[in-house]
């Protein structure tokens, strides 16, 4: 079965400081990638997706996510977090034999301190 | 507004009661989804469905079930033989397609006394 890791599962930072969070998936074969975002009492949302072409994938709010395949990795990164920023994120995976059902990663719980 | 809805938002029962939580999508979506959250764990799948009348277990399906008689619903049933229902239900709707988009319900929370 596939598996999504999400390294880090609290992040603080303060505002202004770069954002990298990791995600590793152990599917071998061509995936579709994901970052959700839940923010405070609001529905988990779509940060941005790669499905193929160039590695480096551009999302909402600044966020962008580079698409490594030999590392298995799809690392989330903004170069400077605001104070909103705060929020869960998920990676989630979409494997080429899966239709269309995600794998998603335990959740990265980001606090931003102003 | 096109979206999903689920209700309630809080849910409390006796442990032995089963529970039914409800969810709706009025974005003709062909495919739903039932997901549980807990901390720490992300979000895994206890049941979906592609069309009218069909569904296929997750990876967590013991102890739920649901229906999907119409293509705007999907009820999931916490039943009494699930151990640990207590937990963050979502659902979720996509069209269907491989790597769609998945749209998201505001959840419900559940807690079993």
């Known amino acids: 079965a596939q598996s999504v890791s999400q390294h880090n599962h609290h992040v603080i930072l303060s505002e202004a400081a770069s954002l990298e969070l990791g995600c590793n998936y152990s599917?071998?074969?061509?995936?579709?990638l994901f970052w959700y975002v839940q923010y405070p009492g609001q529905h988990l949302q779509l940060l941005l997706k790669?499905?193929?072409?160039?590695?480096l994938v551009k999302g909402i709010k600044g966020f962008e996510a580079e698409f490594i395949k030999s590392k298995f990795s799809f690392n989330l990164r903004k170069p400077s977090v605001q104070w909103s920023d705060t929020a869960e994120y998920f990676c989630?995976?979409?494997?080429?034999?899966?239709?269309?059902?995600?794998?998603f990663g335990g959740g990265t719980r980001l606090m931003v301190k102003p | 507004d096109g979206g999903i809805t689920q209700s309630p938002k809080y849910l409390f029962r006796k442990e032995g009661q089963n529970v039914t939580l409800s969810c709706e999508q009025n974005l003709n979506h062909d495919a739903m989804y039932w997901y549980r959250q807990d901390p720490g764990q992300g979000l895994r799948l206890i049941y979906y469905?592609?069309?009218?009348?069909?569904?296929q277990k997750g990876d967590i399906a013991e102890g739920y079930s649901v229906s999907r008689e119409k293509k705007e619903s999907f009820p999931l049933t916490v039943t009494s033989a699930q151990k640990n229902p207590t937990a963050f239900y979502l659902c979720?709707?996509?069209?269907?397609?491989?790597?769609?988009?998945?749209?998201f319900g505001p959840g419900t929370r559940l807690t079993v006394t």
């Open positions: 989630a995976v979409n494997p080429d034999n899966a239709g269309n059902m995600l794998t």
């Open positions: 790669y499905f193929s072409g160039d590695p």
């Open positions: 979720a709707s996509s069209i269907a397609g491989q790597g769609a988009e998945q749209y």
């Open positions: 469905s592609q069309i009218v009348n069909d569904f």
């Open positions: 599917y071998g074969g061509t995936v579709n």
